[in-house]
């Protein structure tokens, strides 16, 4: 859950046109979420049930894409 509203603010740097700010915020997210995907982190969420990995792996080219935007890569 915390990953999900990581992303929402994330979402919301994008949309204002902060692109450098939402690449680093999604960084942290794929970091934390990949973490407890290690961890085996596998609790039952508000409103998606499943492990952090998935989570992660949307994450990525989303993190790609505003890198780009960025101008990090």
Not at 30 to 52: E, K
Request: proline share 1%; with cysteine.
């Amino acid at each position: 859950m915390i990953t999900m509203a990581v992303v929402v603010a994330a979402g919301l740097c994008y949309g204002f046109s902060f692109y450098k700010l939402a690449f680093w915020i999604l960084a942290y997210a794929i970091v934390y979420s990949g973490l407890g995907a290690l961890r085996g982190d596998n609790q039952v969420q508000f409103l998606y049930r499943g492990s952090s990995g998935v989570i992660a792996a949307v994450q990525l080219p989303l993190a790609w894409h505003i890198g780009v935007l960025a101008g990090y890569l």
